[in-house]
């Protein structure tokens, strides 16, 4: 099967235009999308990235935005906006993108995900805005006050291998991440929230991929709901979700940071701040979701 | 002039369909749009919220949230995203608005605003995404580790009327408003920005309308960039503003915080939170801006 070549800039040392799926990470094979027109894209949306029955809203922004970076003259999400309309599946789905404006620094485009229902008729999945730009020239002065998260070293935290329930009784999902949770915001993984809105950990993919742009889409989502750690049980499925790329993240794992200050009338806000292995604030985000109370 | 009466909700006493507009806010009389068809809407762009040349970005977010609440079956904004894709001048100008979905608590829909260039060709000024629902039905449990921003009683706080240059001498903006800076993030204006990315005010309109949903999308925006207090002169554009309204405000002044934690490579965000008189968190932004170092 050929991909884009767009698909692979990871893999410098392996770069042709017939690479097959066999060198592929999980991710970029997952993630990957095969252009049918401009504009149009279709993709195989995997259960490999799913929490329950539904799949992960990161993994889903992921897909929709190598779309969306292949519609654009610019390759790197700057900022990119979810709203999520309906539950994605695994299997088929076509990425509809539109260029709003082409800048000499930013453009900005839209993107839907549809899927076909059991009645024959497309149905929206997630709605798309967003800017791209290219990171490589987003160079200067950086006066960052914000720290990176204290957290025990990655063989100090809990990873799927410490599940009392064997490594394999997560979400599908994990297996795909090298997720390692920082032991002071597990208390509710033994019935025992802190019930503070704080989720934090160290991660990767679990095949060693490095990280990019593209995979701190996916990483911005990827933790366990901070409403767990606040005593709250069940889905908290998400209504919208903003990310900004502020950096090409550096080799190695990512520490990522969750907060919920405000949880109120059956929403709460998720912040989160991504930091790679140089100590750079690469991603910042925040998303709205459903939570119930009670 | 008619005026739609979705318009002038806060104005119970007076309501009928055939309200002047002398008996309109200003932020109300500057915000109101006509609908031309279903999804179109005209309206006339005030050069009373200007900075400098540019139009504030909330104030335009303010009057595009307008007009999509009323193509949309709910009527308050709760997440909305304003991509900023050209500068806005005051005058005419027409939004677009199209129903992506339209769900039993939640509807989601995008907007572009659109003005007529020199050449007599339409360019796109800005695109929303938003999802709205109802305020009136969000209730229930509140669980907010936030504090309300400590600040100086209003009197104690700095107001146009303080500026050495005279209550006129600054943006024309700051004549709708009743904007009361705490002095801790005043010294950009004497010189001696304290290099903190800080900024906060107790915050009303000029003529004592009080706040509703959609003056928070103007509210977020209203403030001196923080880049101010961080040492830069200087526009600040805004790429990318995304507002979360969590509550409708209590009537009285609104507190406004901002806070930037990362200036790097040309950009920062800007993180602000709203309070009202009532001591609820109402709303949670954030924008991605551009910022000139050096």
């Keep these: 099967m050929r991909l884009p070549v767009s ?7 392996h770069m042709s235009d017939t690479i ?39 993994y889903l922004l992921a897909t929709l935005g190598r779309a969306l970076g292949e519609t654009l003259p610019h390759p790197d999400p700057f900022t990119i906006t979810a709203h999520y309309l309906s539950a994605t599946t695994h299997g088929p789905a076509v990425i509809r993108s539109e260029v709003v404006r082409t800048g000499r620094t930013l453009s900005t485009g839209t993107a839907g995900l549809f899927q076909t229902g059991a009645d024959g008729r497309e149905v929206e999945r997630i709605r798309v805005l967003a800017s791209y730009g290219d990171l490589d020239t987003v160079t200067g002065d950086v006066r960052t006050s914000a720290e990176p998260p204290a957290m025990p070293p990655p063989g100090q935290c809990f990873s799927a291998r410490d599940n009392p329930a064997g490594p394999d009784a997560g979400p599908e999902m994990g297996k795909r991440l090298d997720l390692r949770l920082d032991p002071a915001t597990c208390g509710w993984a033994v019935g025992a929230p802190s019930g503070r809105g704080e989720m934090r950990a160290w991660l990767g993919l679990a095949d060693a991929r490095d990280p990019d742009p593209m995979s701190l889409l996916m990483a911005v989502d990827a933790l366990p709901p901070t409403a767990f750690e606040m005593g709250l049980s069940g889905w908290v499925p998400t209504v919208e979700l903003t990310v900004h790329v502020r950096a090409r993240p550096a080799p190695g794992l990512l520490r990522v940071s969750v907060t919920t200050v405000n949880l109120a009338g059956g929403f709460l806000e998720e912040d989160v701040e991504v930091w790679d292995s140089a100590d750079r604030l690469v991603a910042q985000s925040r998303q709205l979701a459903r939570a119930k109370v009670g």
């Design 7 to 13: 698909n692979f800039s990871v893999y410098g040392a």
């Design 20 to 58: 097959s799926e066999a060198t592929l990470s999980e991710f970029d094979r997952d993630t990957s999308v095969r252009q049918r027109e401009p504009g149009v894209h279709d993709t195989d949306l995997s259960q490999g990235w799913a929490i329950g029955h539904a799949l992960n809203g990161g």
